[in-house]
């Protein structure tokens, strides 16, 4: 069993709709983080949270300490969200910037 | 400030070659961490240097190494490449050593024939 898991692993969905991907984890953490990923590589860092909520325009990211689940929500999507999005986690007890990813969630927006 | 830069960003290499990537972090940052994402692993760890030493190494063979300088640029070198090296090779920076948001550079696309 990974440490980090993502749902779905694939999100087809269409413009405007309210998205969801889920991310549970098995580890002790320090941090969660969530990326996007385009075609092409490039990874982009959209939230780092330890705790309770974080909103950046369209995006939310929460997480529940307790449960060990984290949840990226996009609102009112467009196809340019089209992409991969990771969930990593900073396990606690260790030092340094080492991150543990799930396994990824590609999701298309279709216009 | 200028992004995380990553050189070369493609690469085609030969079965028992050498490859040396470089990175070059966000000015003011003095960690970088290393990444291998394949098709079939997902993203993995290879290795972080803070301050120029080995702070964290993932569980990867010696045939991956690197090393960091005192401008915090750093570069991996992997030796007698297999055909399961081709990858995508990512770097990231962050200010400090823990609990800092990273900064991922575009990667180098490697390619072993």
């Known amino acids: 069993k990974n440490e980090v898991e993502q749902s779905p692993q694939n999100l087809t969905a269409q413009e405007g709709e309210f998205i969801t991907i889920n991310c549970s984890y098995s580890v002790g953490i320090s941090a969660l983080h969530w990326l996007q990923q385009h075609p092409g590589g490039g990874i982009v860092s959209l939230f780092m949270?330890?705790?309770g909520k974080k909103k950046h325009g369209r995006l939310i990211a929460t997480i529940n300490i307790q449960e060990k689940h984290s949840s990226l929500h996009i609102t009112a999507s467009h196809p340019r969200d089209s992409a991969v999005y990771i969930c990593a986690v900073s396990l606690s007890g260790t030092s340094g910037s080492r991150l543990t990813f799930g396994e990824g969630t590609q999701l298309t927006v279709n216009p | 400030k200028a992004g995380v830069t990553q050189t070369p960003r493609y690469l085609i290499k030969t079965r028992g070659q050498q490859v040396t990537l470089s990175c070059s972090p966000i000015?003011?940052?003095?960690?970088v961490s290393w990444y291998q994402q394949t098709p079939g692993q997902g993203l993995q760890f290879l290795f972080e240097?803070?301050?120029?030493?080995?702070?964290n190494k993932g569980n990867f063979p010696g045939r991956f190494s690197g090393r960091q300088f005192s401008n915090s640029r750093s570069e991996m070198n992997v030796s007698t490449l297999e055909l399961g090296d081709s990858a995508l090779y990512l770097c990231?920076?962050?200010?400090?050593?823990?609990?800092?948001?990273?900064?991922f550079g575009p990667g180098t696309r490697l390619t072993v024939t």
């Open positions: 990231a920076s962050s200010y400090g050593d823990r609990g800092y948001e990273q900064y």
């Open positions: 949270l330890s705790s």
């Open positions: 240097y803070f301050s120029e030493t080995q702070r």
């Open positions: 000015s003011g940052h003095r960690s």
